[in-house]
C-alpha cells in the first residue's frame, strides 16, 4: 500500500510569506499526486494536480513540484484565505490515499 | 455547474445499516468515474470506495471492504453507499466525489452527510 507523510503538521506563517509543504510516499507514485485544499468548515477543494497543474481558478501563488517520492506545494506570498489545511493525494485507477493533512494557522 | 449532492446520513446505532445517495447534476454522471471519500470528526481525509462508469467494478479501503457496498444508477445519476455493521469510527461525514475525465484525480466535492454511529 502507498503510505503519504506530510510535513510539517501544522506551519505557522504570516500573510505575504512563502511556505512550503512537503509530501513523501513510500513508493513511486508515477507524478499521481495532488493537493487539496480545505478551509473551516468547509468542502475540500482541488488545489493542484499531476504533480504540477492548477485546476481552473487557483490563483497562481500556489504551485506544486516533485517527483517520484517527494513532492512539494509552495504558496507565494500568503494571503488571508490561504489559511487552511492542506492534504496531498495520490491517486491511480483503483485507489487515492491521502496524507495527515498540514494546518496553516496564522502566525 | 457540476453539483452532488448527498444525503441520507443521520444517526445511527452500531451495527446497524445506513444507505447513503448522492443526486449528481451538471456533468456526464454515466461516464464519470465515482468516488466516496469520509472524514471523521477533527480528523483528516479518508478515501472509502470508487466506482467504474459501468457500475461494474468496485474498490475498497481495508477499513470498510466487506461492510460498505458501493454502487450506482446511471440512468437517475445517482451513487449509493450501503452501510453495514456500523461502528463508533464510522461516525464522519461522508463526501461523494466525481473524478476527473482526464485522470484518476478527484476534481469534484459534494456537500457531504454526517454519520453518526452511536
Known amino acids: 500500500d502507498i503510505q503519504m507523510t506530510q510535513s510539517p503538521s501544522t506551519l505557522s506563517a504570516s500573510v505575504g510569506d512563502t511556505i512550503t509543504i512537503t509530501c513523501r510516499a513510500n513508493?513511486?507514485?508515477?507524478?499521481?499526486l495532488a493537493w487539496v485544499q480545505q478551509k473551516p468548515g468547509k468542502v475540500p477543494t482541488l488545489l493542484i494536480y499531476?504533480?504540477?497543474i492548477l485546476d481552473r481558478g487557483v490563483p497562481s501563488r500556489f504551485s506544486g513540484s516533485g517527483s517520484g517520492t517527494h513532492f512539494t506545494l509552495t504558496i507565494s506570498s500568503l494571503q488571508p484565505e490561504d489559511f487552511a489545511t492542506y492534504y496531498c493525494?495520490?491517486?491511480?485507477?483503483?485507489?487515492?490515499?491521502f496524507g495527515q493533512g498540514t494546518r496553516v494557522e496564522v502566525k | 455547474e457540476v453539483q452532488l449532492a448527498e444525503s441520507g446520513g443521520g444517526l445511527v446505532q452500531p451495527g446497524r445499516s445506513l444507505r447513503l445517495s448522492c443526486g449528481a447534476s451538471?456533468?456526464?454522471?454515466?461516464?464519470?468515474?465515482m468516488n466516496w471519500v469520509r472524514q471523521a470528526p477533527g480528523k483528516g481525509l479518508e478515501w472509502i470506495s470508487h466506482?467504474?462508469?459501468?457500475?461494474?467494478?468496485?474498490f475498497y479501503a481495508d477499513s470498510v471492504r466487506g461492510r460498505f457496498t458501493i454502487s450506482r444508477d446511471n440512468a437517475k445519476a445517482e451513487l449509493f453507499l450501503d452501510m453495514n455493521s456500523l461502528r463508533a469510527e464510522d461516525t464522519a461525514i461522508y463526501y461523494c466525489?466525481?473524478?476527473?475525465?482526464?485522470?484518476?484525480?478527484?476534481?469534484?466535492w459534494g456537500q457531504g452527510t454526517l454519520v453518526t454511529v452511536s
Open positions: 513508493k513511486n507514485l508515477n507524478n499521481w
Open positions: 466525489v466525481k473524478e476527473s475525465s482526464r485522470g484518476y484525480y478527484l476534481d469534484m
Open positions: 493525494q495520490y491517486y491511480d485507477s483503483t485507489s487515492k490515499t
Open positions: 451538471g456533468f456526464n454522471f454515466e461516464t464519470s468515474e
Open positions: 466506482i467504474t462508469w459501468s457500475g461494474r467494478v468496485a
Open positions: 499531476d504533480t504540477s
